[in-house]
Every structure is written in C-alpha cells, then in structure tokens.
DNA sequence: GAAGGACAACTTGTCATGCAACCTGATAGC
DNA sequence: GCTATCAGGTTGCATGACAAGTTGTCCTTC
C-alpha cells in the first residue's frame, strides 16, 4: 500500500497562510504598507529567511509587491484568479458576459432586497454625475457587481468582477465614445427599474440589450464586416 | 503627476518566472522532480536564498511541492485557479452550473463539429462501459467539458472544468448511488442527440433536466425540507 | 524664514555559512 | 536473507553581513 506523504506545514508556509489571512480579513488594507520584515521576524518568532520566503510568495499571489528600501505594500485583498489569464477575443469574452449577465438580472429581479436596491440607485446617482470616462468605468463595473450580489449567490459576483477586470481597457475606451455615457445611464435605469419591480423577464431583456449596445460601442461600429 | 514605480524584476521574480515558464512548457513533466536547490543555484548563478524564495512562490502557485530530505516535484502544469477557492454552499454551485450549462448546450448545438461530435460520442461509450464511480465521475466531468469546447469559445471549457473540480467530491458520491449512472447515461444520450441534431432547444432543455437529475440526487431526495 | 544638501536610520535584495531533520541507498554484520 | 548502521544528498531554518534604495532630520547657507 502506497503511503501519501502528509503535506506538514513548514513555517514559511504557516507565516504565508496567516499573512494571506490576514489581508483578505481587510486587517492589512489594499495600500498599507506591512510591518518590516524585521518586525515581523520578531512577532512570528522566525528567522528572517522565513519571512523572506513567506513574502516572495504572497508577492507571487498577487496580493502584494516589495520595494527595496521602502516596504512591502498591499496591492489586492484577493488574490486575482489565474482563470482568465491568457489571451481571448474580445468576442468570446462579450459572449460569456452575455450568457452570464442576462439570466444575472433576472435571478436579480426576483431576489433582490430593499438594501441591494439602495446600493445599486446610488451608484446609478454617482454614474450620471461623474465626468471621467476612467472613474465611470469603475462605478458601472460596481453596478454589474451589485446586481450580481442581489443574487444572493456569492459565486456570480466573483464572477462577474473577473470577467469585468479583464474587460477593463475596452471598457474605459468605450467609455471615451462621446454620448455613450447617456446612453449607457438610460439602459442602467432600465435594468434597474425592472430589478426594482421584480420583473425578471424585463430586467433580462434590459440587460441584453445594454450588453448588446456596449458590445456595438467596443467593436467600433464603424468598421463592421 | 503620480509617477508609477517601474517594477522592475528582482533576481527571485526572475527566477520564479523562469520556472513558472520551464513548468507550464513541460520542460519539467508533472511528477519529475526539480533539479536541488543546490544546483539550482549554480545554474542562476545566484545564492541559494534566492532560489528557496523563488521555490517558495512556485510552491505558493500551486505548481510544485517540496519534501524534505527529498527535493521538490512538479505538482501540476498550470496554477489552479483561485477563483472558487472558498466555501460555497452546493445550492450555490449547482445554481451557477445551470446558469452557465444550459446556455452552453444550445451553443453548442448551433456550433459543433464533426469532430466535437466524435469526441463526445467516444466519451459516453466510455461511460456506459465503465463501472468504476470515480472513473466514471472523470468521464462524467470530461463530457461536459467536450459541450463547451464545442462551443468553439474557449473560455467556456476552462469555466466548466473549473466548476467540475470544485464539485467532484460531490459528484463521486452521486456517481455511486444505484442507478444513478444508467439514468445519467441516459440523460448524457438526450443531450448528445440533440446537439448531433443542432437542435438548440432540445439540448438546452435535455441539459436543464440532466442538471436537475444530478442536484437531486446530490442533495439526496430523501431530507427534502 | 526658506531652500538645499549632508547624513543617519530604516528598508528590501543578495550572499555566505552552518546545522538540524529527513530520506535513500549502500554496506557491514548477523 | 534480513536487519542495523552509516554516509551522502536534500530541504528547513537560523544567523550574520553588506549593498542599494528611500525617507526624514538636521544643519548650513542664503
């Protein structure tokens, strides 16, 4: 019979787990500067290789990045998933929103709370009023987050935001096309006026057709084939 | 103006990226073990330090494993993602399952070849002939996995497969009830022949009834509530 | 007082060395 | 043939040292 070695914690990797703990907790935000390596040496009462070790790897996570001579800072409270990573068309990344997002609205319309609703009409507030293209960006990426967290499956809205990061170059030149941001402000309100009257079927179409609309804007309609 | 830090690599990171890269090329088969870190060294031309960070973010990765007094071994070919790391509830993942699968059978459908159409074919003769559960369960996951490839977007099999690994304690346990797996291999028949006869509908709805079968029989029907 | 430069203190990056703990295979003894 | 021992290789961890980058402070100078 074969034995399967016991994967035993070593310290460095103890020190990895409590460190990742402890940014995804929120105890480290995203841009504090984590203790020295030094004091930290002295709190996990390990070497400083240890240390060492444990940090090159939470860097390799993507949660944080080293600068010589000024500290190790936190760059993300999650780790971004490696699922996407690669490259794919643009057409196969709306396709996958679309198939994801519309039936999203609906479970949306039907689920959504008093709360989900307050979220998602204040950020469709701060959406009319922002003039950057780059900040309206990050405020309609939160709106398609709030109507995936309205599920109240906590799975969508993960992954609603991976597909959203990567989307996010196209996002923001789309953003740029003058009159787009009106528009895209009507369809919001159109979805959000169907989640509020729990219409499933209206908040799916609505949701559609805003992906349609901003698929048509990214692609440049100008050059069709 | 903010200016940007320019990242510019450290000797571990270059290390790391180097076997990262060595790793996922195949270099360095899954299973074989690494060259120590003694030789490593000498090869990089740097302190073993160096190489024990960088061997430690790999590890982190989730590509290889080190045992003492042993070495360290490739784990895998490319890092599992993150994404569904976390506890989810079952109700959650059965649900985004049927959000993204039923979809992915219509497409498939309008959008397989002839030799997706092979291919998924030779699996469910597999199936059928297999007997052991948890064997079956890896064609059951491979199967589904061939409907999003036929899809002909690639972003729909690394999706499936990622859900698939997340539930496969699950699904072996289902896979072992009586007669579940002719039941299944029915349903997997409904399936495949209306894909085979680019019927978006059908497969659509033979998909949404096979998924239903599944989260039954995983939730185990009898403690309804 | 304001501006600028020198300097000290702190930080990460890298190297070198030593030793403990662990595993494997060879070897000697029975 | 079987077992015990041992030697050599491997990772795990600690310590010390120095280079290089960053930042705040103090002091000089105007």
Redesign the interface.
Known sequence: MKVI?V?QRTA??HV?SQLVELIESGEFAVGQRLPSEAELSKSFAVSR?VI???L??????GLT?S?AGKGTFVDAQF?P????TGK?LPR??H??RR??EV??AA?AAERRSRTDLKAMTALLVRFRDEQDPSIRVGIDADFHVAIATATA????P??VS?LRSVLQEQAIAAAAVPGRAIQAADEHDAILAAIAERDANAAANAMKLHLAAVEDTVTAPGRRK
Chains 1, 2 share one sequence.
């Not at 090159?56 to 996570?61: R, T």
């Not at 998933?81 to 996407?84: A, D, G, H, P």
């Not at 499956?153 to 969508?156: A, I, S, T």
């Open positions: 070695p994967a460095a990797e990895r290789s060492r070790e444990a090159h790897s939470v860097n390799a996570l990045r600068y780790a998933s490696q699922l996407l794919y196969d990344l396709e996958v198939t994801l039936p999203l479970l499956n906590p799975l969508f993960r992954l991976e």
